[in-house]
């Protein structure tokens, strides 16, 4: 192993933690949609991916968006299900934190 991977990769894991932190810090303490920090990361990596070539980008940029369209497919069903059923707002809670 090179110092020069080795740095990379731990440059990787910093700015994924710093990018995670703020996504999180976005999404629950403030009113912005949960949907577009998401979508601009799956962009941006499709922008990466483009400019590098697939290879190392694709299958993650994939993931992402299967994941994006599995979560909004879940939240529609879940939010829909409780919706028709009349839960209460603490009911709601409890379930989503399952």
């Known amino acids: 192993m090179s110092v020069d991977g080795d740095v ?5 894991v910093c700015i994924g933690l710093a990018l995670g932190t703020l996504e999180w810090f976005i999404v629950r303490r403030t ?3 949960k949907w577009v920090v ?10 990466w991916s483009s400019a590098t070539g697939p290879t190392p ?3 993650p940029s994939l993931a992402i968006g299967l994941s994006m369209a599995g979560c909004a497919i879940e939240d529609e069903i879940i939010n829909g299900y ?4 009349g839960t209460s707002g603490v009911d709601k809670a409890r379930l989503r934190d399952l």
Request: net charge positive; charged share 10%; no cysteine.
């Open 8 to 12: 990379a990769r731990m440059s990787i």
């Open 31 to 33: 009113s912005f949609n």
């Open 38 to 47: 998401p979508a601009v990361y799956w962009v941006g990596a499709l922008i």
């Open 57 to 59: 980008v694709l299958f």
């Open 82 to 85: 409780l919706q028709r059923k």
